[in-house]
């Protein structure tokens, strides 16, 4: 960058690292097996490790099977339902090598409708089940089959021709005749030559389909998303490390995203060691999981932490309550771009590292990063989660005429990257709608750039709250982190209610306590709030307390639409129910003037 911008773009493309348009993700790793590169698995569920060595024998072993099954490279889907091991990661291996797509759906509740709406998507004709969630997944998805049939027959699932199961892990030798052990996969695949499957290998090209990742539904119904070779294979050749040093990461039952980054950085010799979490079960298994997550860390010499808040969270719970003596991490990543500084300055006590922040969309990957370089100014900025667009990509904040805004101004990101997604599967105009007519991706999320290039966002459009008595524009993301952590509170969400031109929208927080825990006051929580460095602007106008919040259609996330909803009725009925003293005396006073 010459000098400080003017304008809120930037463009970071770098001809010394260029995106490759004939690439693929095998042949990455395959440049890493020849390099005689050799990265570990480890799987903290399961107690079971694996070499890359291993793992790619396994998957020629597999994607002979698949071939063996007729799966067409480029048009036919594998998936897997429940599989919390490390198969989950041969079978990804074994896709990618031959062009079959892959997925992993989480299975959300009620199961069976999440079962058939999500692989209705795909029309996979094989598909791997394993013991995940308890095995709840397994039950659910064999319900659509009948014991007795030698062959997979199911009006809803039409198009499965081939079941497989996970018998390493938790083995209940479910009685469905159609079933297969999962060695089964192997032994057919032995009829396959290894000549044809070269030829398979050398047959994939750059558009397939190579991942299907599935959003949370905050916006909508969730979507199922396809990646193609082009986009992940370049994601990975834009890393530049090598080698790093053992990291932390999810459970591929738990999340399809980080979880098959992490373990592809491995199978190219960009990391180590991967170190999966268990499957997590449900709040009644938390405390279990935390110490044998906290143990793993220590045991497997994890230097950085790939996972998710709560997970991150659990840890450090772990840490406080049992006095574990932890030893110092580099970096613990905050996936969501909107965290407080104040729960990174807490992590940051016990884990002593780099609190790095990444900002992307299951849509587009990661497109801007907090800076790892080890100064004042960059620990500052890491606080503050000055975001930097990654190598290779353009990135752009918009008013509502999509004309890009002065530095220091909010407006939309929009951005354009190699990484992107393919489709929404079976949803054409969705897909197009997307992008805008020069090829940037709307994200959705409102942003504000620096004269230096670096960026910060505020939240999400749609959540925008104008709340005029108190400030501009306020965003739930900071005030939701902050109260989520309070003792009592189970979960929060920050909504818009009632609309007046006078004072802009009211400030709600509806919230769902913990089990047993005293409702707090109204001026307990404002209190709460100064500590937790909120200002005024994000004092609550209302406070709902409900048993339960509205979630997407995948319970991943909380639906604000559903809510807002549900809220609104609410207040219909009683105008006053929730209102906080603070706000009703100060409204009186406004309309009083």
């Not at 840490?319 to 991490?329: M, R, S």
């Not at 190699?418 to 409102?446: A, C, I, W």
Request: hydrophobic share 35%; proline share 4%.
């Amino acid at each position: 960058m010459s000098g400080p911008l003017t304008k809120s773009y930037v463009d970071a493309t770098d001809p010394s690292h260029p995106i490759r348009e004939d690439l693929v993700l095998y042949e990455l790793f395959e440049r890493a097996r020849e390099r005689g590169v050799v990265g570990e698995m480890v799987n903290l569920e399961t107690n079971r490790r694996f070499t890359t060595t291993e793992i790619l024998g396994k998957a020629d072993g597999y994607a002979k099977g698949m071939l063996a099954l007729g799966l067409i490279p480029g048009e036919d889907t594998f998936a897997v339902v429940g599989l919390s091991t490390i198969e989950a990661v041969n079978l990804f291996t074994a896709c990618s090598a031959i062009g079959v797509a892959f997925a992993h759906p989480y299975i959300y509740t009620p199961m069976d409708i999440s079962i058939t709406s999500i692989l209705l998507n795909m029309a996979p004709r094989a598909v791997v089940v394993g013991e995940g969630v308890s095995g709840k997944n397994c039950t659910s998805f064999l319900g659509f089959f009948k014991e007795t049939d030698p062959y997979p027959k199911s009006d809803k699932l039409p198009f499965i021709e081939n079941i497989f199961y996970d018998n390493s892990h938790n083995d209940r030798a479910p009685a469905h005749r159609c079933l297969n052990p999962l060695s089964h996969l192997t032994e057919i695949g032995k009829s396959v030559s290894d000549q044809k499957l070269e030829e398979a290998k050398k047959s994939v090209k750059p558009e397939y389909r190579l991942h299907h990742l599935f959003s949370s539904g905050s916006t909508g119904k969730p979507k199922c998303i396809a990646h193609s070779h082009y986009s992940l294979a370049n994601e990975l050749l834009q890393l530049r490390a090598e080698n790093v040093e053992p990291m932390l990461t999810m459970n591929p039952n738990n999340d399809e995203m980080i979880s098959y980054s992490c373990a592809a950085w491995v199978l190219a010799g960009k990391v180590s060691k991967c170190v999966f979490i268990p499957d997590i079960k449900g709040d009644v298994l938390l405390s279990e999981s935390s110490k044998v997550i906290t143990q793993g860390v220590i045991d497997e010499g994890v230097q950085y932490l790939m996972i998710l808040g709560s997970v991150n969270t659990m840890i450090r719970n772990c840490i406080l309550n049992d006095k574990v003596d932890f030893p110092p991490i580099k970096l613990f990543l905050n996936v969501a771009q909107i965290v407080s500084r104040g729960f990174k300055e807490n992590l940051k006590e016990y884990f002593h590292g780099m609190a790095f922040t990444a900002y992307g969309m299951t849509d587009t990957f990661i497109i801007a990063t907090t800076s790892l370089y080890d100064t004042k100014e960059s620990e500052e900025a890491r606080m503050q989660a000055r975001l930097v667009v990654k190598p290779n990509t353009q990135l752009r904040i918009v008013d509502t005429n999509g004309e890009v805004v002065d530095i220091g101004k909010d407006g939309m990101v929009q951005v354009k990257t190699y990484s992107r997604l393919k489709e929404y599967r079976k949803q054409e105009q969705l897909t197009k709608d997307l992008f805008t007519e020069d090829g940037f991706v709307k994200t959705g999320d409102m942003g504000m750039m620096y004269e230096d290039g670096t960026f910060i966002i505020k939240g999400r459009t749609a959540d925008a709250i104008r709340y005029k008595v108190q400030g501009d524009v306020i965003y739930p993301g900071p005030i939701e982190e902050a109260m989520s952590q309070h003792p009592a509170i189970d979960d929060i969400s920050v909504i818009a209610g009632s609309t007046n031109d006078y004072y802009g929208d009211e400030l709600i927080y509806c919230i769902k306590l913990k089990a047993e825990a005293m409702r707090p006051t109204e001026e307990a929580l404002l209190a709460y709030n100064t500590t937790h460095q909120l200002d005024e602007t994000q004092r609550p106008c209302r406070l709902i307390f409900m048993e339960e919040l509205y979630y997407t259609d995948n319970s991943r996330k909380v639906s604000k639409k559903k809510l807002k909803e549900a809220v609104h009725q609410m207040i219909a009925k009683d105008l006053t129910v929730g209102l906080c003293d603070w706000y009703r005396n100060f409204v009186a006073e406004l309309t009083s003037q």
